[in-house]
């Protein structure tokens, strides 16, 4: 699966670059360690360094970042960034932040509450896939530490791959002051390939609840059976430490 990040020439020198998530796990993960004491066990417990799941999330798709520093003051946004003109596509954005009216959101359950802004990141960007797959464009996976949510939303990005998807996004955080640096993950996207969906649901036959009993057995008498035997290695992510 290719995913095509382009843009304009005379910004590929100033533009931080999209980049694989599961090269770009958050330094909080990094820094967390493997087992702390818990009180209500008397011994130690794994954190969520160990859970491959949660993980893995974090490294599906790319990241697509911030285009510059923008510093966040009490009486609004500010940026000192000056990219070139684009002279080859007539038009291009220059502001690495836009707003959208509040109302825009009304009806829905996450309409801007007193203190809360509906921004949109522009991407600089355009983000095109092969023929059948489009993008699921989302805030970064797990990633509540980050001072705004952005929405979700898919894009078929194998027909509009020439078009800019920007990134609206609530700012959950009012109270949040000082600097966004540049290249802070402002989207997730997840290539899925279009296809029909068919659900069914019954009821396990002996042979099913047997291997899930079988299963259930070994994950809890063996650590690592998930690791080492259920993981696909196209998925895996890995940290340090």
Known sequence: MRIFCRC?????????????????????????????????????????????????ALGLGILVP??????????????????????????????????????????????????????????FWTLATEPGWSLLVTHPFNRPDLPFQTLTGLVDTDSYGHGLIHFPALWRDPAFRGVLPAGTPIAQCVPLPRASIELEQRAMNAEEAAATAVLRERLAATPGVYRRERRSASNAVETAG
């Open 66 to 123: 911030l285009a510059c520093d923008v510093e966040v003051r009490a009486e609004g946004f500010a940026w000192e960034w000056e990219p070139p003109a684009v002279a080859s596509v007539p038009g291009y954005p220059r502001a690495p932040l836009s707003f959208h009216l509040p109302e825009q959101a009304q009806g829905a359950p996450f309409a801007p509450a007193a203190g809360e802004l509906l921004v949109k990141f522009v991407n």
């Open 8 to 56: 304009p020439p005379e910004l590929l020198p100033v533009l931080p670059q999209p980049v694989a998530a599961a090269g770009a796990l958050p330094d909080w993960l990094r820094a967390m360690p493997s087992r702390v004491p818990a009180a209500a066990l008397g011994g130690e417990v794994r954190t969520l360094k160990h859970c491959l799941p949660f993980i893995d």
